[in-house]
């Protein structure tokens, strides 16, 4: 049986505590993140809800499913994140592509949806303010991008803020939006005569 060196033992000990504090240092770095993901969600609440709101059926399931595909991406997305734009430019930009994504997705799939649950939509939408509720179904009826690009503008951001989430320039953004709006309020009209 060999001698262990005293040498040997402090080399290991170093070794070993080395070892550890570098485990250490990676579990508060994973903490870090968790933290900042969590205050990034909180944050961001309101926006990602009106994304899922405004590509959904408005049912809390699909909501909750897109919210839930919107917050992994988002996570994914973290280490990327450079600040080239604000915060709330990044966190839209994900949340419209990821809802696009899961756009494309569902097209693809035969959705079938029963009477009853025909029904209780139907019923849902008639205890709705009627005039809200003919502006919601003339913007839903609007081409994905102009949906896109007015739901941002009802939001409230900037042309600015709007041009970088969608890269557009602002000039574009600012003709986009007085063409839809000129849209959606011809049909507005036109329906109200009928």
Known sequence: MQLIKQKDINLTALVVGAFVNDTAKMQKKTDDKYAEFNKLLQESQMILVKVCMQFTDRQPDSIKDLYQE??????????????????????????????????????????????DQQMLESLAEEAQDERTQILYDIIDRLPKHERTIFYLYLDDLSISQIADILGRTEAAVRQKIYRIKNKIREEYERLERI
């Open 70 to 115: 919107i917050a992994i991406n988002l996570w994914e997305s973290m280490p990327s994140f450079r600040g080239d734009s604000s915060q709330t430019t990044w966190v839209y930009r994900i949340a419209i592509n990821t809802a696009y994504m899961e756009l494309r997705k569902r097209a693809r799939q035969n959705l079938f949806v029963d009477l």
